[in-house]
C-alpha cells in the first residue's frame, strides 16, 4: 500500500535522447547531469554487445527488484515507479538508450520531500551491479 505515492510528474520522457534535469533538490541524480555536481551526477550504465540484450536485461533486473513497476518501456525509454517499503513514498526512475555510446543514461528522483537519504543513488548502483 503506497501511504505518499506523490503525483505522477506530467513531463517524463527522453525527447532527442535527453532526460530532465535532476532535482535542484539534493533528492535525486542523473547521468545526464553535469559531472562537476556529485551531489546530482552519477555515471551511465555501461554495456557492450548488443543494445537490445542490454535493454532486455535492464527490464529483467528492474522486474527482479522488489517493489519496482515497470510503466513505460519503448525499447529505448523506459519509466518505473520505485516505491519505499515502509511508507509507499515512490522515486521515478527513468533509462534511455544510448546505443551508439554503449550506455544507458538513468535519472532516479523522489516525488516528495526534500531529501532521499541516498536511496536513489542506492538504486541506480544497485542496477548497475544486477547488470554487470
Given at each position: 500500500m503506497?501511504?505518499?505515492p506523490?503525483?505522477?510528474?506530467k513531463?517524463?520522457?527522453?525527447p532527442a535522447?535527453?532526460?530532465?534535469?535532476?532535482?535542484r533538490?539534493?533528492n535525486?541524480v542523473?547521468s545526464?547531469?553535469d559531472?562537476s555536481?556529485?551531489?546530482?551526477?552519477?555515471e551511465p550504465?555501461r554495456f557492450?554487445?548488443n543494445p537490445?540484450?542490454?535493454?532486455?536485461?535492464l527490464?529483467a533486473?528492474?522486474r527482479?527488484?522488489?517493489?519496482?513497476?515497470?510503466?513505460?518501456?519503448k525499447?529505448?525509454?523506459?519509466?518505473?515507479?520505485?516505491s519505499?517499503?515502509?511508507?509507499?513514498?515512490?522515486d521515478?526512475?527513468?533509462c534511455v538508450?544510448?546505443?551508439?555510446a554503449?550506455l544507458i543514461?538513468?535519472?532516479?528522483a523522489a516525488r516528495l520531500g526534500?531529501?532521499d537519504f541516498g536511496?536513489?543513488?542506492?538504486?541506480?548502483?544497485?542496477?548497475r551491479?544486477?547488470m554487470?
Amino acid at each position: 500500500m503506497r501511504l505518499f505515492p506523490g503525483t505522477r510528474p506530467k513531463n517524463l520522457g527522453a525527447p532527442a535522447g535527453k532526460l530532465r534535469p535532476a532535482p535542484r533538490t539534493p533528492n535525486g541524480v542523473s547521468s545526464q547531469a553535469d559531472p562537476s555536481d556529485p551531489g546530482h551526477y552519477i555515471e551511465p550504465i555501461r554495456f557492450a554487445g548488443n543494445p537490445a540484450k542490454a535493454w532486455a536485461k535492464l527490464i529483467a533486473a528492474l522486474r527482479a527488484t522488489p517493489r519496482v513497476a515497470v510503466i513505460t518501456d519503448k525499447g529505448k525509454y523506459l519509466h518505473a515507479e520505485c516505491s519505499s517499503a515502509l511508507l509507499g513514498f515512490v522515486d521515478d526512475l527513468e533509462c534511455v538508450l544510448d546505443r551508439k555510446a554503449g550506455l544507458i543514461h538513468v535519472r532516479s528522483a523522489a516525488r516528495l520531500g526534500r531529501r532521499d537519504f541516498g536511496v536513489n543513488r542506492a538504486r541506480v548502483e544497485a542496477l548497475r551491479k544486477a547488470m554487470s
